[in-house]
């Protein structure tokens, strides 16, 4: 089993900026992808974007350009920045590990997913 654990959600203003921390733990391999997805209410879980071990990052268009995901591998964590941040960001937001080395794009390729963490953006 694998266990994410997110931090770093809260309120934050429109324009804002927040920054998410997942770290992974237990039958994690370092050369995985690990990546997020968020809900918001009355919709479905959507990709944000992911990052492989070796760096290559994709994004969703929504978020290209204002957020930007990181890893530290010595540490199986991943942060989440993001700025410029619109009152449609407002979600829950999950970590997610991919067993494999390239990248993540749909939910259904994700193999564990973390509890989730609220990021509510005012206008």
């Known amino acids: 089993q694998v266990q994410l654990v997110e931090s770093g959600g809260g309120l934050v203003q429109a324009g804002g900026s927040l920054t998410l921390s997942c770290a992974a733990s237990g039958r994690t391999r370092i050369m995985w992808t690990m990546g997020w997805f968020r809900q918001a209410p009355g919709k479905e879980r959507e990709f944000v974007g992911s990052?492989?071990?070796?760096?290559?990052?994709n994004y969703a268009d929504s978020v290209k350009g204002r957020f930007t995901i990181s890893r530290d591998n010595a540490k199986n964590t991943i942060y989440l920045q993001m700025n410029t941040l619109k009152s449609e960001d407002t979600a829950v937001y999950y970590c997610?590990?991919?067993?494999?080395?390239?990248?993540?794009?749909?939910?259904?390729?994700?193999?564990?997913w973390g509890q989730g963490t609220q990021v509510t953006v005012s206008s």
């Open positions: 990052v492989t071990s070796s760096g290559f990052r």
């Open positions: 997610a590990v991919r067993p494999a080395t390239v990248v993540i794009t749909t939910a259904s390729t994700v193999g564990s």
